[in-house]
């Protein structure tokens, strides 16, 4: 079974969706190995997306991800990566699948109500980021 991780934002929480974000990803094969609310610090959230800095989206990005609570999930199922992209649909609402969770919810490309990683690369270092003492089983 394959691992990946996913952060529900802070417009999913201050919209009040997080239920219904976590219960759509459940619907959808995957289990929950692993979840924390927090807030992210600026220099958190600076070194999570330190591959967008300099890219004119990056400030506002930081902004965003710092002005509420985030939820950090390592979820797992197999091919976890490539299904919890096909689960949230792309970046774009506009542009989402009918029926994902971001075309269920998100407003724009910055509010989109939920990160996923993009690769198992990614997968790992985004879930020793927030999560560096678990163990996953």
Do not use: W
Request: net charge neutral.
């Amino acid at each position: 079974m394959e691992t990946t991780f996913s952060m529900l934002k802070p417009d999913c929480i201050e919209r009040k969706l997080t239920g219904k974000a976590i219960d759509y990803i459940l619907e959808h094969g995957f289990e929950i190995r692993a979840m924390e609310k927090l807030s992210l610090s600026k220099a958190q959230a600076a070194a999570f997306y330190r591959e967008h800095k300099g890219k004119e989206f990056y400030k506002p990005l930081i902004e965003f991800m710092t002005s509420g609570p985030v939820v950090a999930m390592v979820l797992a199922r197999e091919d976890a990566v490539e299904k919890f992209r096909e689960v949230i649909g792309k970046t774009d609402p506009k542009k989402a699948k009918e029926g994902s969770l971001r075309a269920l919810y998100a407003t724009d490309v910055r509010h989109n109500i939920v990160h996923g990683a993009d690769s198992l690369q990614n997968a790992e270092r985004e879930i020793s980021f927030f999560f560096p003492k678990i163990d996953l089983i």
